[in-house]
């Protein structure tokens, strides 16, 4: 690990760092370049040192150089964001891509006036869950391999490719047969097997981070599936597990700049599970936007009063077309633009 000092740190601010480090039992040393110093820790940390090293007076950030992860962190060589296409969804390039649909398909009628609204207001992609990842056993638990079909009519008849959630070993290839990307849903982020299998089909992959993972979990499981060779991963930040009730999780926007910081990889947010209101999804899609993020996953619901899943984060058709143009002078505040 190097603890970057901050520019102009004086040589007091230096020698309490190196003290610390000394005092925790590790070899510390100094390299003074002519703007900064850097100082180089040797020894076996954990990420409760690094935490104390962040806050010692002077110190501008703590850097682990030993990245377990090693296909999906920043190296030097990789310039900017890794551009990833799911057909004429682009990710990671200038233009933000705006994944949106609803949260489970439930009838033929439904997902095509979604569809064709999303198409309309400038969404790129087209969501839908046919296999959902409910709490309860008793609720609805999707259309499957029907839900599916109807997603690639639904794309088909707007030319949006479509994400869609594979839960299980044994749905990759069925689920790859239809679908332009895979998603893996929150709770199977750490399914290391169903990782390894979706890395194998080759598809884009849309990888949503854990209710309970850090940024290096959430790193650490797009390595699974880059190590068997499919390097087209898109990060997604849905909010986390907190004490906090008045939203459904806790969005992290910090984690956007923290993946860019960490990694090549394009990362969106998803504000609809991120928050579990749909009067808080605009303005944190906005955050999003001006916090870096490459492309938006929001849930849009015919009749979200009558949704049989996540209805009151779903938007109506009017409130994503309003938006989608809401969002366009942050986009161009923050250098982008909005797909297609
Ligand atoms: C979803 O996007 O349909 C979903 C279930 O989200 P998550 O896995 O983030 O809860
Ligand atoms: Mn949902």
């Known amino acids: 690990m190097v603890i970057v000092m901050q520019a102009g740190a004086t040589e007091a601010q230096v020698e309490g760092v190196i003290g610390t480090i000394k005092g925790f039992g590790f070899q510390a040393h100094p390299i003074h370049g002519v703007n900064l110093t850097v100082i180089a820790v040797v020894g076996d940390k954990t990420q409760e040192h690094l935490e104390a090293f962040q806050l010692l007076e002077g110190v ?78 008793y609720t609805f638990q999707g259309m499957r ?42 709770r199977n982020m750490q399914n290391f097997p169903l990782l390894s299998e979706v890395g194998q089909t080759g598809k884009p992959v849309l990888l949503k981070r854990g209710l309970s993972s850090t940024i290096e979990d959430l790193l650490m499981a797009a390595e699974y599936i880059m190590s068997t060779g499919n390097e087209k991963i898109v990060l997604c930040e849905r909010g986390i597990r907190t004490f906090e009730t008045a939203t459904r999780n806790t969005l992290d926007l910090s984690a956007v700049p923290a993946l860019k ?76 633009s909005i797909c297609p």
């Not at 030097?76 to 990710?91: D, S, W």
């Open 60 to 137: 501008d950030h703590v850097a682990r150089i030993d990245k377990p992860y090693k296909l999906a962190a920043r190296r030097p060589e990789i310039v900017g964001t890794t551009v990833i296409e799911v057909g004429p969804a682009i990710f990671g390039g200038s233009r933000l891509t705006v994944i949106a649909g609803p949260c489970a398909v439930e009838s033929e009628e439904g997902l095509r006036e979604v569809a064709r609204g999303v198409a309309a207001a400038g969404g790129a992609m087209l969501r839908g869950g046919a296999y959902k990842p409910r709490t309860s056993p």
């Open 145 to 186: 391999e029907a839900g599916l079909a109807l997603l690639k009519m639904a794309s088909q008849r707007t030319g949006l490719p479509f994400v869609t959630e594979v839960m299980d070993t044994r749905m990759v290839d069925l689920v790859a047969r239809y679908a332009d990307m895979l998603q893996i849903g929150a």
């Open 261 to 336: 910081r960490f990694s090549h990889l394009p990362v969106v947010v998803d504000p609809s599970h991120g928050t579990g209101h749909s009067w808080m999804v605009p303005a944190m899609a906005k955050a999003a936007v001006a916090a870096g993020a490459d492309g938006l996953m929001v849930e849009v619901h015919q009749a979200p009063e009558r949704a049989v899943s996540d209805g009151p984060q779903s938007l109506t058709i009017a409130e994503f077309q309003a938006l989608m143009e809401a969002l366009q002078p942050i986009a161009k505040a923050v250098g982008r």
